[in-house]
């Protein structure tokens, strides 16, 4: 994984390959030596967990980012494995969800793993772009991702586990728990391919869419069902420059476990069902009818999420309760901003 820092020059593992910063909680990738335009950068945004009951629910919108650290700022406090890999580190709430939002004009190929386990084929982690099956999100088509592709338009909502329970991806298709957090890995489009598109003729507009003791690694579970698109790549393959991409290793904690590494409670507090209704925050219907879908992964169909492993282990399900009135509200990219 490549070296990140909030204010030094950053690190790399090799000259040829980009660089990844921490900048206000958010991850700028960057690629100087490809293109002076090539970078982008991503953040996680805090969310409300939709009831895990079998049906499709919308998006709903982000409350806020998630606060992240460097590694490298607590190297005598956290495990010897995260010193291994390097990265930043946030703390999730296991009643709460996140959903990762995208950044940045310049065209990227950016992959994203839970607990190695690739987010859209269930396929275990390679830093190597795959075509068939595609395994790999487009910037700036994909402007967000929720969770797991399992179906054409639908995900299962990314949430924490606990490591060792059963119930992350990781360990449900390894039957180990080692990993855990998030992985991200972006290539840029080779600079030549993106001169010929786009300096000759700007097609596209950048858009914002603000919106002590060893910890225990958390890791994403498939929660509820949610309907999202992700996007093939309309550009082809051969655009992408594979010999300069750049990683960052993500690692979630709970919020006592960050406390323990940090010596800070999170800034926030998780929210409730009740007070999403009662704040009226609206659940979004997004699509791009010029983009075609994938298909979703067999692999990640198959996983129990959490409610359904629950039953199975016989335990009783707690009812998530009625949201009230749900307001669905149509939008594009740029529409979709953090609420709170």
Known sequence: ??????????????????????????????????????????????????????????????????????????ADRVPEAWREHGGVFLPMYQSEAMWINFNGAYPMAVKVAAGKINALTGEEWSE????????????????????????????????????????????????????????????????????????????????????????????????????QEIYSDEYGFDVWDTTAGASCYVHIVNSLQYFSVSGVSPPHRPPTAEKYAEAGLPWFDYYDADLTALTGAEKLAG??????????????VRSDGPLGPVVVQPLSAKDRSPVG
């Open 1 to 74: 994984m490549t070296g990140i820092n909030r204010t030094r020059e950053p690190q790399k593992t090799r000259e040829e390959r980009g660089v990844v910063e921490l900048r206000k909680d958010s991850l700028a990738f960057r690629f100087p030596q490809v293109h002076k335009d090539a970078e982008f950068s991503l953040d996680f945004q805090r969310t409300l967990r939709i009831p895990d009951d079998g049906r499709e629910h919308y998006l709903p919108p982000g409350l806020g980012i998630f606060p992240m650290e460097l590694v490298d700022d607590y």
């Open 128 to 227: 190597d772009l795959c075509k068939d099956p595609q395994d790999y999100l487009v910037r700036p088509d994909q402007p967000w991702l929720d969770g797991f592709s399992v179906k054409r338009g639908l995900i299962r909502q990314f949430v924490a586990m606990r490591l060792g329970e059963g119930y992350t991806a990781e360990e449900q298709l390894t039957s180990e728990a080692r990993h855990g957090g998030v992985q991200i890995t972006a290539y840029p489009m080779k600079a030549t391919e993106y001169e010929e598109r786009y300096r000759r003729v700007d097609r596209r507009s950048d858009v914002s869419y603000s919106m002590a003791a060893p910890p225990m690694e958390m890791g994403l579970a498939p929660g509820g069902l949610m309907r």
């Open 303 to 316: 996983l129990d999420s959490v409610a359904q492993r629950q039953v199975k282990e016989g335990r009783v």
